[in-house]
């Protein structure tokens, strides 16, 4: 029998990063974070104040056009990143959050491309130095979207760290109390063969589930840890 893996991709284990995004032809995150720090030095000028209500509507711009739900296909992706040297992530950080967005180095990137994704958004981008406008680093990183979704987990799930949530609208959805370990989740046994290696199940919140060859090549590189993995129980 083949396994399937949940990971548990959260605050708790990833760092979080103030590095933000640009679009091409669409939106310039660097100008827009230069704008911020001149209209903070001072933001009484009138030179500010036109920054203000340029930034402004560049930012409601870019939120209206990018805007999706969390597990829904991204209409626009990003063409670059952008930081400040004081905070930025650590030569061994494989997986990091830049303002909401899951990003992957360069090695992680490239075991994720060996597998079928399906719709799941991989995309290479550079990260820059927004001081200088220079390549942070020569390498090759990828914003990971997840949007590939599966029905396989079972309702009602035996496990008590469970708690079952029924909305008004009709919505049914598991939330994991206090994390999740081997055998808590709960799928059907066609889970094993799944089209796609990596995908997420409504039915669970926030969750990320993959198959056993991503998760193996993933182990092997010593990429395990910040993805929480935790074999499900195939019924």
């Known amino acids: 029998m083949k396994k399937v893996w949940s990971a548990s991709i959260g605050l708790g284990r990833i760092t979080a990063y103030r590095i933000g995004s640009s679009y091409d032809g669409v939106f310039d995150y660097r ?4 704008n911020e720090m001149t209209i903070r030095e001072n933001p009484e000028h009138p030179d500010s104040l036109i920054l203000q209500q340029k930034n402004k509507e560049d930012w ?6 990018a805007a999706s739900d969390y597990f829904e296909k991204s209409r ?9 040297i004081t905070n930025c992530p650590k030569d061994d950080e494989y997986i ?13 990137g490239e075991i994720f ?18 001081h200088t406008g220079k390549l942070w680093k020569e390498e090759t990183f990828y914003v990971l979207k997840v949007s590939e979704q599966r029905r396989y987990m079972l309702n009602p799930q035996s496990h008590s760290k469970f708690k079952f949530i029924r909305y008004p609208s009709g919505l049914e959805i598991y939330s994991a109390r206090y994390g999740i370990r081997d055998n808590y989740v709960e799928l059907s046994a066609s889970a094993q063969e799944c089209n796609v290696d990596l995908w997420h199940d409504p039915l669970l919140l926030h969750s990320y589930f993959m198959s056993e ?6 182990s092997e590189a010593d990429m ?11 019924l």
């Open 31 to 34: 100008t827009y974070r230069l």
């Open 60 to 65: 409601n711009r870019i939120c209206e056009i």
């Open 76 to 84: 626009i992706l990003p063409s670059s990143l952008w930081l400040e």
């Open 96 to 108: 990091f959050f830049a303002n909401g967005k899951k990003v992957l180095n360069q090695k992680c």
């Open 113 to 130: 491309k060996q597998f079928n994704l399906g719709q799941n958004d991989l995309t290479p981008v550079h990260i820059y130095d927004i």
């Open 213 to 218: 060859p991503l998760q193996a090549a993933l």
């Open 224 to 234: 395990a840890n910040k993805f929480g993995f935790a074999l499900c129980k195939l």
